[in-house]
């Protein structure tokens, strides 16, 4: 069985950073496309970035282009988002995602078929 569990959320100021990771288990996800999407109180689900395990090719959404870094260590199985330059409006639940169809299909949610449960990341003024 498939399981995604992020961790590495918190509490912190403008301008600091912040390492979630994914700890992926129950398959080989080689072929897999991996990413993350962020849900902010009272706004609808968003992409943040995504990543074909094998390759390493990423993709980002333009809010957050040259501050966050989407990488994966392909031995340990764990997917990590490098957060940089946090931002107030960075403020959300993040969500480690994944779908066996590892091609195309990367910014909406329905593209994935996997989702972990969350990890809160805060940012303040």
């Known amino acids: 069985q498939v399981q995604l569990v992020e961790s590495g959320g918190g509490l912190v100021q403008a301008g600091a950073s912040l390492r979630l990771s994914c700890v992926a288990s129950?398959?080989?996800?080689?072929?897999?496309?991996m990413g993350w999407f962020r849900q902010a109180p009272g706004k609808e689900r968003e992409f943040v970035a995504a990543?074909?395990?094998?390759?390493?090719?990423?993709y980002y959404d333009d809010s957050v282009k040259g501050r966050f870094t989407i990488s994966r260590d392909s031995v340990k199985n764990v997917m990590y988002l490098q957060m940089n330059s946090l931002k107030p409006e960075d403020t959300a639940v993040y969500y480690c995602?994944?779908?066996?169809?590892?091609?195309?299909?990367?910014?909406?949610?329905?593209?994935?078929?996997?989702w972990g449960q969350g990890t809160q990341a805060t940012v303040s003024s």
């Open positions: 995602v994944a779908d066996p169809i590892g091609y195309f299909g990367y910014t909406e949610s329905s593209s994935y078929k996997y």
């Open positions: 129950g398959r080989s996800f080689s072929s897999w496309k």
């Open positions: 990543i074909r395990w094998s390759p390493g090719s990423t």
